[in-house]
């Protein structure tokens, strides 16, 4: 490689959002875009599966649409509707609709949480069919080469009404995410947030030991989202006890005992 390649990659890295590689997950991201393949992304909140997207939306140089999935989200917000508008009636595209006539990566966040009716939408674009028929338009719309749908969901909040069922599932090429390694972590942290290395790493030993607790006192354990916030907090001069409790024991909790026993966990970690 050219010097000249050298440094315009040098240019194109320094522009893209942050993003620590763990394993081979840009890899098979990439190579899952060019045989136009959906991808489904799981792991516990907070990991990076939202900055991995951005990351690779970038990297590729493609649009990126994202939609953060809730109780009352319906196929028709992703489609689109028929709204009024100067006393006509005129359709409006979905994000999802938008995404295919364009395309670009449609970006799904926690799936599970949208009502039942939204699977079925996205089944036809994740075989080799790739379209999206609007039955209140007309329309079947195929999606070109550049488009890729990505979902992604925390197993850990799976129940029995909210599942992903095993025909959607395997519709997808699926990489599994976690919290990265200790060291990883650390220099992610110091990286986002400029604080120095070693308080990094003892804000990570305390996630882990938060982490531990998961299914027991708590739900789940302190993100790397949350770290990252704690470490800005202090960065911004907030005393480290009073950053850790605003950002690592409130998030996690709100039973006052429980609160208590994370504060004591955090002095013997800590000391």
């Known amino acids: ?30 190579a899952a875009f060019r045989r136009r393949l959906p991808i489904l992304l799981k792991g516990p909140t907070g990991c990076g599966k939202t900055r991995f997207v951005a990351y690779m939306a970038a990297k590729l140089g493609l649009a990126l649409d994202t939609i953060a999935c809730h109780d009352d989200l319906t196929a028709a917000d992703l489609t689109g509707r028929y709204l009024i508008k ?59 080469d550049d488009f890729m749908l990505v979902i992604s969901y925390n197993p850990g909040y799976q129940s029995v009404l ?33 604080l120095d290395l070693e308080q990094c790493k003892t804000l990570v030993r305390l996630a882990g030991r938060l982490r531990a607790l998961k299914g027991q006192d708590l739900e789940e354990g302190a993100s790397t989202r949350l770290l990252v916030a704690c470490a800005s907090l202090i960065t911004d001069g907030m005393k480290r006890d009073l950053a850790i409790e605003a950002a690592l024991i409130e998030p996690l909790s709100d039973d006052p005992d429980v609160k208590a026993g994370l504060l004591d966990l955090v002095k013997v970690t800590l000391g």
């Open 1 to 30: 490689m050219s010097l000249a390649a050298v440094a315009t990659e040098r240019e194109m890295n320094a522009s893209l959002p942050f993003y620590q590689q763990q394993g081979h997950e840009c890899a098979l991201f990439e």
């Open 86 to 144: 100067n006393n006509e009636t005129i359709w409006t595209d979905g994000p999802l609709t938008r995404a295919v006539r364009r395309g670009g990566i449609c970006y799904l966040d926690e799936v599970v949480e949208a009502r039942k009716d939204v699977t079925v939408v996205l089944h036809p674009l994740t075989d080799d069919r790739r379209i999206l028929p609007l039955d209140r338009t007309g329309e079947t719309l195929h999606a070109p």
């Open 162 to 194: 909210k599942t992903l069922k095993p025909s959607t599932r395997q519709r997808f090429v699926a990489i599994a995410f976690d919290y990265p390694r200790p060291d990883v972590e650390a220099s992610i942290l110091s990286r986002e947030t400029g």
